[in-house]
């Protein structure tokens, strides 16, 4: 019998930070010293992938362990229902003290606010960077300062309060969500030149309809409260479109350097009163972002920018050092794999699985052979993606986009047929040419289409029942 004490959990997650700026996910335009230090003290997850690339989504199924179907949180505007069993549950149940800060973004009021916390404090909706306002259980309270600093502060000074009993953490931060308005200590960081994404002057050709449908470019589609100063008026489109990146990225990477800091502030507490050891620290976003690739900002898409969730994790006593995978692995996996750290029986609802024995075992075997995606906001007013759903195995992505009959206002109402995607990974990493009618590929697309089917019928998805986004819940 083990006598090891039960671990604390730090969980740490952001809203949007893409793996590519992220020091030790090889980012060619910035360092995140705090972040590679969890990473390089454990395990470095390069396919963890979101089963919906939407923040209250992808939070839903973090917490719960379920696909959006099972949830029930599918888009911004569906907010999870408190009579769900979450990790946060299973484990006030077994003993933890249990809190979280930061943006909750699943709802509010009787049936939404947080449930299983002996404390919360949670951001109303997206919540503001400077001076924010918090929802708690004795209502409204406000805070001066930014809000990375002040979500961190008050995690430390409830982690200072613990005792013997173990405790869970989520540390869950508004940045660097859009608008990306930095702290004032940042403002000189960025200033060189920063290097472009090899797809920035991605034309979409070889792609469907929904790439070149999308409003998501840089060039034409980032807003004045976006980029707060406007461009040269001398400047061409190219240019242009060079000056717009440039500014998105000074701050989107300043708000970053806010939230390293923050990673620094906490592992530096938990080695302080000695329980670094003992402590299972996550750092994760809830899905990744673009960050020029294919001229985009935002998300959404099953592409991998989007798809791949930056995730690593560290706990001394169990987790061997200096680890990378590239197993699959999902957002629905993380619920159980604290569980299982905790010792604590996994409600036999959740639908993902422990990665514990993948990053503890000599001989680690995969946990899937296939990750299952699905995106339901058709078409919101914002960004124009469509609604896709899709299969991705270690070297191929195969994407059905179910516009079929649907209104499509603005382009007058017209309904599509549907589209396929297929991707070749290997051959083509930056996604650039679908193969889906290519004859060198029917058999992988057969084979992968039957899979499809499959998988959505064995997680229990009834397909695609027409989703919309309402009008204003686009984020
Ligand atoms: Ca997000």
């Not at 708000?255 to 507490?269: K, M, R």
Request: proline share 7%.
């Amino acid at each position: 019998m083990s006598t090891r004490r039960r671990p604390n959990f730090v969980f740490v997650l952001t809203d949007d930070h893409a793996s590519n700026a992220i020091g030790c996910y090889g980012s060619a335009v910035n360092a995140t010293p705090g972040i590679d230090a969890i990473a390089a003290a454990g395990v470095r997850f390069d396919r963890a992938l979101v089963e919906n690339a939407l923040c209250t989504p992808s939070r839903a199924a973090i917490l719960t362990g379920t696909y959006s179907h099972t949830s029930s949180v599918t888009t911004l505007a569906t907010h999870l229902t408190n009579d769900h069993e979450t990790f946060i549950t299973s484990l006030k149940a077994a003993g933890y003290r249990t809190a979280m800060f930061g943006k909750w973004h699943l709802g509010h009021g009787d049936r939404h606010d947080p449930v299983g916390f002996d404390h919360w404090e949670v951001l109303p909706d997206q919540g503001e960077y400077f001076d924010p306002e918090f929802y708690t259980a004795d209502g409204p309270v406000r805070h001066e300062g930014y809000v990375t600093d002040v979500i961190t502060e008050r995690a430390l000074a409830w982690m200072a309060d613990q005792g013997d009993e173990p405790y869970c953490v989520l540390v869950w931060h508004k940045a660097p969500h859009r608008p990306w308005e930095p702290h004032p200590r940042h403002a000189n960081l960025f200033t060189d030149p920063i290097p472009l994404p090899p797809t920035f002057y991605d034309d979409y050709d070889g792609r469907g309809t929904p790439a070149h449908h999308a409003t998501m470019r840089i060039a034409d589609y980032l807003t004045d409260v976006d980029l707060k100063e406007d461009p040269p008026a001398e400047l061409g489109y190219d240019e242009r479109a060079r000056w717009k990146y440039q500014r998105y990225m000074q701050d989107y990477l300043r708000c970053v350097a806010a939230v390293d800091e923050s990673v620094h502030a906490l592992t530096d507490a938990v080695r302080d009163r000695g329980h670094a050891d003992d402590t299972v620290t996550i750092y994760a976003s809830d899905q990744g972002f673009y960050l020029g690739e294919h001229g985009w900002f935002d998300k959404r898409f099953m592409y991998e920018e989007s798809l791949r969730m930056p995730l690593v994790l560290s706990y001394p006593a169990r987790v061997p050092a200096g680890q990378q995978t590239a197993m699959l692995t999902s957002n629905v996996d993380i619920a159980q794999t604290i569980l299982e750290f905790a010792g604590v029986d996994a409600p036999p609802g959740m639908q993902g699985a422990s990665l514990v024995p993948m990053i503890t075992s000599p001989d680690p075997e995969p946990v899937r052979d296939a990750h299952y995606y699905r995106f339901y906001e058709h078409d919101d007013h914002m960004h124009h993606v469509w609604a896709h759903y899709g299969i991705r195995t270690d070297r191929y992505k195969l994407i059905y986009y179910y516009a079929d009959g649907m209104g499509l206002p603005n382009t007058g109402n017209m309904s599509y047929p549907p589209e396929w995607e297929l991707f070749d990974l290997e051959n083509d990493p930056h996604e650039l040419r679908s193969v889906h009618l290519d004859r060198a590929y029917a058999d992988i697309r057969d084979e992968l289409t039957l899979r499809l089917w499959d998988l959505q019928h064995e997680l229990g998805d009834t397909a695609h029942p027409r989703q919309t986004a309402p009008e204003g819940r686009t984020r």
